[in-house]
Structure formats: structure tokens, C-alpha cells
């Protein structure tokens, strides 16, 4: 019976991280409130192929059939910054407003929701991949003055 159980533990130590992997890639990103500010630390060197993962998230958006896509794409922005002086990375800030409630902005599943080629999946994410440096946080909030309107 001992024995029994240990290897019990042990295949639960084997699969649980598998397990726990496969719900996080299954997480959505989605923001609580009207407007976001999510940014990402990009490699210098690999500002190119994030802007291609950029082109690729813009003409899957574009091109999707969900529903909230095209509204997605309307509020959705994205500004290169300066070089964080810690790491060297670019700070890319994706400017959303308004945010879509509900809506998943996980970057790779819009890309491969409409892009189903395993081979061009495979090469957006070596791109996307090869680039980032460090998830940088989102600020979610509400905006409270907005100076363009009377």
C-alpha cells in the first residue's frame, strides 16, 4: 500500500505541472475597466519581428469572424517607446480604448484563430517569441478626464 501511494505522488508530481501548463495556455487576457495600458519589454535587436507579430495580430483582426474583433481593432494602438535603461529592451504600450468587455486580447490566439497554417503559426511565435524580453504589467482603469471634450 505504501508503495502504492508513492507512486501515486510521484505521477501526480509528473502531471500536475503539465496540467497546470495546459490551463495556462488556455487563460484568457482580458481587462477589467475602459481603458488599458499593457506593455512589453522587446529585445533591441528584435524590434522588426515583433512589428511583423503586430501586422500579423492587425490583418487577424481584420480578417476574423468574431464578433468583437473589428471593435477590438478600433480601440487598439500600439506605441513604441523609449529603451528601459535596466534591461535595454523597448517598451512597446498597447494603448486600448475603449477596452471590449469580455474580449480576449491574448496577441497569439487572435493570430492563430485566423491563421490556421501550423507552419505560419510556427513563425509568428520563433518572431514573437525570439523578441520579447519581459511582460511589463497593464494599468486597467477608468478614465476621469478627457480634455477633447468640451
Do not use: C
Given at each position: 500500500?505504501?508503495?502504492?501511494?508513492?507512486?501515486?505522488?510521484?505521477?501526480?508530481?509528473?502531471?500536475?505541472?503539465?496540467?497546470?501548463?495546459?490551463?495556462?495556455?488556455?487563460?484568457?487576457?482580458?481587462?477589467?475597466?475602459?481603458?488599458?495600458?499593457?506593455?512589453?519589454?522587446?529585445?533591441?535587436?528584435?524590434t522588426?519581428?515583433?512589428?511583423?507579430?503586430?501586422?500579423?495580430?492587425?490583418?487577424?483582426?481584420?480578417k476574423?469572424?468574431?464578433?468583437?474583433?473589428?471593435?477590438?481593432?478600433a480601440?487598439?494602438?500600439?506605441?513604441?517607446?523609449?529603451?528601459n535603461?535596466?534591461?535595454?529592451?523597448?517598451?512597446?504600450?498597447h494603448?486600448?480604448?475603449?477596452?471590449?468587455?469580455?474580449?480576449?486580447?491574448?496577441?497569439?490566439?487572435?493570430?492563430?484563430?485566423?491563421?490556421?497554417?501550423?507552419?505560419?503559426?510556427?513563425?509568428?511565435?520563433?518572431?514573437?517569441?525570439?523578441?520579447?524580453?519581459?511582460?511589463?504589467?497593464?494599468?486597467?482603469?477608468?478614465?476621469?478626464?478627457d480634455?477633447?471634450?468640451?
Amino acid at each position: 500500500m505504501r508503495r502504492l501511494s508513492r507512486v501515486v505522488l510521484a505521477g501526480a508530481m509528473i502531471l500536475l505541472p503539465a496540467l497546470s501548463h495546459q490551463a495556462q495556455a488556455q487563460d484568457k487576457t482580458t481587462f477589467n475597466g475602459e481603458i488599458a495600458l499593457w506593455s512589453f519589454g522587446i529585445k533591441p535587436d528584435q524590434t522588426a519581428s515583433y512589428e511583423r507579430v503586430l501586422g500579423k495580430l492587425k490583418e487577424a483582426l481584420m480578417k476574423s469572424e468574431e464578433p468583437d474583433s473589428k471593435r477590438m481593432a478600433a480601440g487598439w494602438k500600439v506605441m513604441k517607446g523609449v529603451v528601459n535603461p535596466q534591461t535595454g529592451n523597448v517598451i512597446y504600450t498597447h494603448v486600448i480604448y475603449p477596452v471590449v468587455p469580455g474580449a480576449d486580447y491574448t496577441i497569439t490566439k487572435i493570430i492563430y484563430d485566423v491563421f490556421k497554417d501550423p507552419t505560419e503559426q510556427k513563425e509568428v511565435y520563433d518572431w514573437y517569441r525570439g523578441a520579447f524580453g519581459a511582460a511589463l504589467g497593464a494599468n486597467v482603469g477608468t478614465v476621469v478626464a478627457d480634455f477633447s471634450k468640451p
